[in-house]
């Protein structure tokens, strides 16, 4: 029998799936304007890191579940905006999306099912928040 996950390691996949989706959006909202990439980023994983350790926190999930879930959020967030430091146009955005895929994938991967199904719901997730995204962009 195998040893069900940590609350720490559930809330870091709760965490880090929340804040790549967040990031997403806003590559694809601010695709054409490399700073506003980083900073939005940088101002989202800040909130992210508040808003998701507080509310793990306040749910009753305990100190360090709360932190990995902020933390996981955090880095979630930052990771995507770093080829936008060195980086423009299409390569930032390639390279972007190669790291949103890559932090996708470590959250199926995290998922307790670990299993073909929670890799196409993870991807699945990200294609409905890009399709979402691109389609609030067109207003």
Same mark, same amino acid.
């Given at each position: +029998?195998?040893?069900? $996950?940590?609350?720490? #390691?559930?809330?870091? %996949?709760?965490?880090?799936?929340?804040?790549?989706?967040? %990031?997403?959006?806003?590559?694809?909202?601010?695709?054409?304007?490399?700073?506003?990439?980083?900073?939005?980023? !940088?101002?989202?994983?800040?909130? /992210?890191?508040?808003? +998701?350790?507080?509310? *793990? #926190?306040?749910?009753? /999930?305990?100190? #360090? $579940?709360?932190?990995?879930?902020?933390?996981?959020?955090?880095?979630?967030?930052?990771?995507? @905006? !770093?080829?936008?430091?060195?980086?423009?146009?299409?390569?930032?955005?390639?390279? &972007? %999306? !190669?790291?949103?895929? *890559?932090? @996708?994938? *470590?959250?199926? #991967? +995290?998922?307790?099912?670990?299993?073909?199904?929670?890799?196409?719901?993870?991807?699945?997730?990200?294609?409905?928040? @890009?399709?979402?995204?691109?389609?609030? &962009?067109?207003?």
């Amino acid at each position: +029998m195998t040893k069900p $996950p940590s609350a720490a #390691w559930l809330q870091a %996949v709760f965490g880090a799936a929340d804040g790549v989706t967040v %990031v997403l959006g806003l590559l694809l909202a601010l695709t054409g304007s490399p700073s506003a990439v980083v900073k939005a980023a !940088v101002g989202a994983g800040v909130a /992210e890191f508040v808003g +998701m350790s507080a509310g *793990a #926190w306040l749910s009753g /999930e305990g100190r #360090w $579940p709360a932190l990995a879930n902020g933390g996981a959020a955090l880095a979630a967030c930052l990771l995507p @905006a !770093v080829p936008y430091l060195a980086f423009t146009g299409t390569v930032a955005l390639t390279l &972007s %999306v !190669v790291l949103v895929a *890559a932090v @996708a994938a *470590a959250v199926a #991967w +995290m998922r307790p099912q670990r299993s073909w199904l929670a890799v196409a719901q993870t991807f699945g997730v990200l294609a409905a928040a @890009a399709v979402l995204v691109y389609a609030t &962009s067109l207003l």
